[in-house]
Nanobody, 121 residues
Framework: VQLQASGGGLVQPGSSLRLSCSGSGRIYSSAVMAWFRQAPGKEHEFVARIRWSTARTLYADSVKGRFTISKDSAQHTMSLQMNNLKPEDTAVYFC???????????????WGRGTQVTVSS
């Protein structure tokens, strides 16, 4: 599955963005889909993940209450609704697919091209 993230942009603090992740093939029920982000000079940081079969979700503390991960099983797409964005959310956001219920980037086998999110006044 080749993944592609989209929906990034330049917004002011307090604004919202919705990122989407689509793939070239179907996403099987055994999959765990996740969002990671990478700020300049930093490692990939876990943002949120969702188990495809049950829609169970988990968020990083830094985004809990502001971001919502969701899936559309019929369309094999995933979204990340980001509200109340802060300058520290600025990063390239990636979607990834794996099998393990994990926060570690190494546990995800398929990665998409990222989308830039910049939060600045």
């Amino acid at each position: 599955v080749q993944l592609q993230a989209s929906g990034g942009g330049l917004v002011q603090p307090g604004s919202s963005l919705r990122l989407s992740c689509s793939g070239s093939g179907r996403i099987y029920s055994s999959a765990v889909m996740a969002w990671f982000r990478q700020a300049p000079g930093k490692e990939h940081e876990f943002v949120a993940r969702i188990r495809w079969s049950t829609a169970r979700t988990l968020y990083a503390d830094s985004v809990k209450g502001r971001f919502t991960i969701s899936k559309d099983s019929a369309q094999h797409t995933m979204s990340l609704q980001m509200n109340n964005l802060k300058p520290e959310d600025t990063a390239v956001y990636f979607c990834a697919r794996g099998i393990q219920w994990s926060w570690q980037p190494a546990d995800y086998n398929d990665w998409g091209r990222g989308t830039q999110v910049t939060v600045s006044s």
